[in-house]
């Protein structure tokens, strides 16, 4: 995919991976050409309308029918042997991920992004001064603890991961960056409570 | 006849003549497919889904009457340029008459039956 920052939206995406999925049934280039078509369109519709993308484009099914009507490409034969389950459930969830409560919702966490990247880069720092200090309390969620180099540490961690978030957006090598400082950051907050949970626990049995 | 209805024989017709509004549409110059349906809906043809343009670019180019070049864009993803072939202006050109003497028939259909 190839939007830019301002174009590429939770909502855009799951549009798009519908329509992907109600167009598998065509040649991959020939599928892939066409996409490439409609990411543009949804990119520029996106970009000026606000609202759910299905006011504009119908829904993902209904613009497959369209396309397919108008460019006289046929349906596909339904398959001999659909797993009934596996294919109610990605309708649900497709269903689910088209709705306007659902696209609503995702225009929201998407304004939203800014704020979690932050909170992020905060985790992050407190996570690592707790192992670094071995603190035995959380003191860490407390910046003022660490004095000013802290303060600084944590402050650059939160800018460095707002950044990050906001560049991931465009690239694919930074949005796998994105996801190793996820996955990293997680790790620490898990390493920096069990080793609070420890501390807790031994000052338990060295007071009893 | 009820707006419904209404509505649902002016997107018949806008469908059956989709092919000739989009050729006009890029007898003006080679454009992509989003500027192609925001002209159509400026002049009036709005009731078509903006998928039917897609389609019907795409049957068009399959026919040869179009030829089509990827062109990177400075706000968004790389824009398909698509473009009148000879094969596209003399299909304009049938279809320009053919609408021109459907419409002159109906018109006088029309008259006549009024006047009766």
């Known amino acids: 995919m190839n939007m830019n920052?301002?174009?590429?939206?939770?909502?855009?995406?799951?549009?798009?991976?519908?329509?992907?999925i109600y167009l598998s049934d065509l040649p991959e280039h020939e599928r892939e050409d066409l996409m490439a078509d409609i990411e543009q369109h949804v990119a520029e519709v996106a970009a000026e309308w606000d609202g759910p993308l299905t006011t504009i484009l119908g829904s993902p099914l209904a613009f497959v029918d369209d396309y397919r009507q108008s460019?006289?490409?046929?349906?596909?034969?339904?398959?001999?042997?659909?797993?009934?389950?596996?294919?109610?459930?990605?309708?649900?969830?497709?269903?689910?991920r088209t709705s306007d409560q659902v696209s609503a919702a995702n225009v929201y966490l998407h304004d939203a992004r800014p704020g979690w990247w932050g909170i992020r880069g905060y985790i992050g720092a407190t996570s690592a001064l707790q192992l670094l200090t071995g603190s035995p309390s959380p003191t860490t969620l407390d910046p003022a603890a660490h004095g000013l180099i802290g303060i600084a540490l944590i402050a650059l961690s939160m800018f460095l991961s707002?950044?990050?978030?906001?560049?991931?957006?465009?690239?694919t090598w930074r949005r796998r960056l994105a996801i190793l400082v996820n996955v990293a950051v997680v790790l620490?907050?898990?390493?920096?409570g069990s080793q609070l949970r420890a501390n807790a626990m031994q000052a338990r049995h060295a007071s009893g | 006849m009820d707006a419904q209805r209404t509505s649902g024989l002016?997107?018949?017709?806008?469908?059956?003549?989709?092919?000739?509004a989009i050729l006009v549409v890029l007898e003006r110059g080679p454009t992509y497919g989003y500027e192609v349906a925001k002209r159509l809906r400026e002049a009036g043809i709005d009731s078509v889904g903006e998928?039917?343009?897609?389609?019907?670019?795409?049957?068009?180019?399959?026919?040869?009457?179009?030829?089509?070049?990827?062109?990177?864009?400075?706000?968004?993803?790389?824009?398909k340029y698509y473009e009148l072939t000879s094969v596209g202006r003399d299909q304009l050109e049938h279809s320009t008459k053919?609408?021109?003497?459907?419409?002159?028939?109906?018109?006088?259909?029309l008259e006549i039956e009024a006047t009766a």
Not at chain 1, 71 to 96: G, N, Y
Not at chain 2, 10 to 20: A, M, P, R, S
Not at chain 2, 52 to 70: H, K, M, P
């Open chain 1, 188 to 192: 620490l907050a898990f390493t920096a």
């Open chain 2, 98 to 109: 053919t609408w021109s003497t459907f419409t002159d028939s109906m018109n006088n259909l």
């Open chain 1, 5 to 20: 920052a301002t174009t590429t939206t939770p909502a855009t995406t799951a549009f798009l991976d519908a329509v992907r």
């Open chain 2, 10 to 20: 002016h997107t018949q017709l806008l469908k059956g003549v989709l092919d000739l």
């Open chain 1, 162 to 171: 707002i950044h990050l978030g906001r560049r991931s957006q465009k690239r």
């Open chain 2, 51 to 79: 998928a039917s343009v897609y389609g019907t670019l795409r049957r068009l180019f399959d026919g040869g009457a179009l030829s089509s070049r990827v062109e990177p864009s400075e706000s968004g993803p790389n824009r």
């Open chain 1, 71 to 96: 460019a006289h490409v046929p349906v596909a034969p339904p398959s001999p042997e659909p797993p009934p389950l596996l294919d109610r459930a990605v309708r649900l969830v497709e269903r689910l």
